[in-house]
């Protein structure tokens, strides 16, 4: 079929901003996951993770 | 022909070409006119008919799995005492009256009074589920069963047409259902994909209003406004901003229209800004932004004229940014494209103060949509 569509699979993703030292990390969707929530401490300077952004990307 | 020479088979013979008086060949030009004359309607009801059924099971597939991923959603959440499907699917069978509209004057109230009667309805329906159900898991189960009930309603009313046309023999009847066709099926594919992200309370592209307004939010002290509505102040280069968004993360759109009277009531900003996702066009792209004037506000119309009529009675100046977005991006989970304008977005909006309002004065921003999975 020339005009068939392929199926995309999305998936969801989590990024998280340390709020003293501004790291950015990226990671899959968790349950329980929202934008602008307090997640866990900095692995690298101990600061407060907010979640800034949630979205899919095709994999 | 190497095959027809050895059948013994002469092509000219065949297809009567050398003689142009055969009556046999004659025959085989003339009868198919004959037949698409008197039947050619019927022919194509036939073809098309097919089109729409096979377009139709997959409308039923995405309707039964909708129903059932709403209802074992129910089950494994909620651990209901009595199984919810027969309440389920007494839902789907109710039907909103609209007011007569011979005379529209006035309509807009009995509009709104309809529709949050059926809204109420269906949360404190929805709340007797499960007597510790949280606002945020029964504003989920609200959304995912409107997303089913149109579901069933748009394979309600396509299967109606269809077997009218059927029915009547009628060919003209069925076009109008096969130019529709590919737009609802768009539709339906959407509404499906939509109940995982409910689902799982992930934003959808609709909540990249709420997103922008809920980050200028941060760290301000909140306030709720109106049901499900909240707002807090803020400062940007000596102008005061009100910022209004529904509150998050529950799938919810507030009640913008009632906030904003309950606002002006109390402050009086110089200019609104309205920011929301709009549908693009064929061609545009996802997440590209695009400024105008005006309540940039979609649903049944009744928030929209309370904000115009507010705003024009104070003589505010209304100005609206839109996220562009298709119809499927709108109701699923947010695409990259459509986060990374937030942005852009906000220093457009930063922007549109200091043109438009000197220091001293001050705005009101509202962050427009379905706040599922976006906190401020």
Redesign the interface.
């Known amino acids: 079929m020339i005009f068939s569509k392929k199926k995309e699979i999305?998936t969801?993703y989590s990024v998280e901003q340390c709020n003293s030292c501004k790291a950015i990390s990226k990671r899959k969707?968790k349950?329980?996951?929202?934008?602008?929530?307090n997640t866990d401490t900095c692995s690298s300077c101990k600061g407060q993770l907010l979640i800034?952004?949630?979205?899919?990307?095709v994999s | 022909m190497k095959l027809l020479e050895f059948l013994g088979i002469n092509f000219d013979e065949l297809l009567g070409s050398g003689d142009d008086s055969n009556p046999l060949m004659w025959l085989v030009w003339i009868v198919p006119i004959i037949i698409f004359m008197f039947y050619g309607q019927r022919i194509q009801l036939q073809i098309t008919s097919s089109e729409i059924s096979r377009s139709m099971e997959k409308l039923k597939t995405f309707k039964e799995e909708a129903r059932k991923e709403l209802i074992e959603y129910l089950k494994t959440t909620l651990k209901p005492a009595t199984d919810p499907t027969a309440k389920i699917d007494k839902f789907f069978e109710h039907f909103t009256i609209m007011p007569v509209d011979m005379d529209p004057n006035g309509i807009v109230p009995k509009v709104r009074h309809i529709v949050r009667s059926r809204e109420d309805y269906v949360r404190l329906q929805v709340k007797t589920l499960s007597p510790e159900l949280s606002s945020l898991e029964a504003s989920k189960i609200e959304n995912i069963l409107e997303a089913a009930t149109t579901l069933h309603l748009l394979y309600k009313i396509v299967r109606h047409l269809f077997l009218t046309a059927k029915k009547q023999n009628n060919f003209p009847l069925i076009l109008p259902l096969q130019m529709m066709m590919p737009f609802i099926m768009e539709e339906a594919e959407a509404l499906k994909t939509a109940v995982d992200a409910f689902k799982?309370?992930?934003?959808i592209g609709d909540g990249i209003g709420p997103?922008i307004v809920?980050?200028m939010m941060?760290g301000t002290a909140k306030k709720t406004v109106a049901f499900e509505t909240i707002w807090s102040e803020s400062e940007y280069e000596g102008r005061k901003l009100y910022l209004m968004k529904a509150e998050?993360?529950s799938a919810t759109v507030g009640r913008p229209g009632d906030a904003l009277e309950r606002i002006i009531s109390e402050s009086k900003p110089d200019i609104i800004v309205m920011v929301d996702a709009a549908l693009k066009l064929e061609g545009e792209e996802s997440g590209s932004i695009a400024q105008g004037f005006g309540a940039a506000i979609g649903g049944i119309g009744t928030d929209r004229f309370q904000i115009e009529e507010v705003a024009t009675k104070h003589k505010i100046p209304i100005y609206a940014i839109v996220i562009k977005q298709s119809i499927k991006e709108a109701i699923?989970?947010?695409?990259?494209e459509?986060?990374d304008s937030?942005e852009k977005v906000t220093s457009q909006v930063h922007d549109l103060i200091k043109e438009n309002t000197k220091t001293g004065q001050s705005a009101l921003i509202i962050g427009v949509g379905n706040t599922l999975?976006?906190?401020?």
């Not at chain 2, 799982?200 to 934003?203: L, N, S, T």
């Not at chain 2, 999975?373 to 401020?376: A, K, P, R, T």
Request: net charge positive; glycine share 16%.
């Open positions: 999305i969801p969707f349950e329980g996951d929202y934008v602008f929530k800034t952004k949630i979205f899919g990307e | 799982h309370g992930q934003p997103m809920g980050k941060l998050g993360p699923t989970l947010m695409k990259k459509i986060v937030a999975g976006v906190s401020q």
